[in-house]
């Protein structure tokens, strides 16, 4: 199996603060990779550091067997590297269309306008929004926009999938057919990493999951696995149950 | 009331709401795309205007060609300037952002003062300037109707741009959600580079054409600053396309009240200050 994202040893500090302390963890390709921990473990900026809004502190990113750590969003983007966000980041005066284009003619460079146009197209497609396709997109449920958010992070064609926090705020029907969508888009051969705070659905999705808390890599491993740790018991599961 | 007087006011406004619109359309893209205001703005317009004048004193090019020159060397100048200055505020307050532009302005202003001193600058002895045409009792000269085709053509063409093209559709993502456009792939800084050298090259077109229309000095572009802050704020800010409209309003009540008024021409000024308080004050009651 090839490696899709190797983090080496990377930190980041916010002044005093380690919010992401010497994480190392290995991404292999097809597979669906979950990372969890308590709020404020760090997740949301191991996902930063990784697709270039954060500059590490220390340590590094490779994407594909390439260096990336002092690489732009946007160069990351161009070498495979998709994301969606838990708080929806869509062009809001465009069409669903038009922001869907917009991914698939700057994700790629050089991609002619006809092609551009196929791939969106195929892009709303899969995330069910062919229908929705003139609807602009600040008139969209909330739903609507995750699906939008990963749609246009697909019309860019990545080899890789950062998914923030898709769930949050979705009914349970609605994160079943999340669910379905993220199995589908694995199933086009897209590797997916995500953040997720509900336990069903990491269960349900992750093929294996690495557990953070305090910035610092608690445990990896199967579900199964990690969820019978007593560290990762004591530290998340423990107290999410209290609750 | 003269009839003739009003229509001619009104034709005069129109004819001037062209130019108008160029240079605020500029400004507006800058605020729009960049998130920058920009009060050098029309210290760009000033530099088109100067540059078109010592290209004709210098080499007699005529100013219809400095066009063609001038369009480029302010694309040029926008460019050096961002990268120099601007990219490095795009995090700052916007008060140091401001006063960063502010202090662009008054250096070009200074530096055009020490090289072309204080005295109106005219482009004499170009044969198209003194034709006009008599419709009704109302005069319409050739240059302000050169030149209002000319910035109409031109803000059409980036509404088109803006709207039907790749780097308009990046504009146009980068100014609705930055870190969005910068994950699917935009290289937003490249963005503001190209919407901030455009914003200058569009000012510094409208230059070329006021140094005809008018001889202007080396504080026209405050006068211009002024007039493009005004249409944008009516237009609402970062609004490009609205701007069109705004210019329009904005133009003729300038014209109205510089003919219409008794000693109407001292108060043209007075006209953009009132329109951008009026403006200001009534959003803010509805904010309220």
């Known amino acids: ?243 | 009331m003269d009839t003739t007087l009003l229509v001619q006011a009104l034709v005069s406004g129109v004819l001037a709401a062209g130019l108008y619109a160029l240079v605020s359309v500029g400004l507006a893209l800058a605020i729009g795309v960049i998130g920058i205001v920009n009060f050098a703005h029309g210290e760009f317009f000033m530099v088109g205007a100067f540059l078109a004048y010592q290209l004709f004193v210098t080499f007699g090019i005529d100013p219809v060609w400095s066009l063609f020159i001038v369009a480029p060397a302010l694309f040029a100048l926008g460019g050096v300037i961002y990268t120099s200055t601007i990219r490095f505020v795009l995090k700052a307050p916007e008060l140091n952002q401001m006063l960063l532009t502010f202090g662009i302005g008054i250096i070009l202003q200074n530096l055009a003062l020490l090289i072309w001193g204080g005295d109106p600058r005219t482009i004499a002895g170009i044969s198209y300037r003194g034709i006009g045409y008599q419709i009704g009792g109302v005069s319409i000269g050739l240059v302000p109707l050169a030149s209002f085709v000319i910035s109409l053509v031109l803000v059409l063409g980036l509404y088109w741009m803006l709207s039907s093209t790749p780097l308009g559709r990046a504009m146009r993502a980068v100014a609705q959600n930055r870190t969005g456009a910068a994950l699917v792939g935009l290289e937003v800084n490249r963005v503001y580079l190209v919407a901030f050298a455009l914003s200058a090259l569009l000012a510094g077109i409208g230059g070329v054409m006021i140094a005809v229309i008018q001889s202007p000095t080396p504080v026209v572009g405050f006068a211009f600053t002024l007039k493009a802050f005004a249409i944008v704020v009516v237009a609402g800010l970062g609004n490009v396309r609205g701007i069109l409209f705004a210019a329009l309003f904005v133009a003729v009540a300038e014209s109205l009240v510089a003919t219409m008024v008794p000693n109407g021409d001292t108060l043209r000024n007075a006209v953009f200050f009132a329109i951008i308080f009026a403006v200001l004050i009534r959003r803010s009651w509805r904010t309220v």
């Open chain 1, 1 to 243: 199996m090839s490696v899709v994202i190797r983090a080496t040893a990377l930190a980041k500090h916010f002044g005093g603060l380690a919010a992401v302390d010497d994480v190392s963890f290995e991404v292999e390709a097809g597979e669906i990779f979950a990372i969890i921990g308590p709020n404020g473990a760090g997740k949301t900026t191991i996902l930063n550091l990784v697709s270039g809004l954060l500059t590490p502190t220390a340590g590094r990113v490779e994407l594909l067997g390439r260096d990336v750590t002092a690489a732009s969003p946007a160069q990351r983007c161009h070498a495979g590297l998709g994301r969606a966000f838990q708080v929806v980041q869509p062009f809001p005066e465009m069409t669903l269309r038009e922001n869907v284009l917009v991914g698939a003619l700057f994700g790629t460079p050089g991609l002619s306008r006809a092609d551009a146009e196929h791939r969106a197209d195929e892009a709303l497609e899969v995330t069910g929004l062919t229908a929705l396709s003139a609807v602009d997109a600040e008139d969209l449920t909330l739903m609507q926009e995750k699906r939008l958010e990963i749609a246009r992070a697909l019309a860019t064609k990545p080899s890789v999938l950062l998914l923030d926090e898709v769930m949050a705020g979705l009914r349970p029907a609605e994160a079943r057919d999340a669910i379905g969508l993220v199995k589908a888009v694995r199933d086009q051969g897209v590797t997916i990493v995500f953040i997720e705070h509900v336990m069903p659905v990491v269960r349900d999705l992750a093929d294996r999951v690495l557990v953070m808390d305090h910035g610092k890599v608690l445990t990896e491993g199967r579900y199964a696995e990690v969820t019978q740790d007593a560290r990762v018991i004591e530290a998340y599961l423990g107290k999410e149950d209290a609750a």
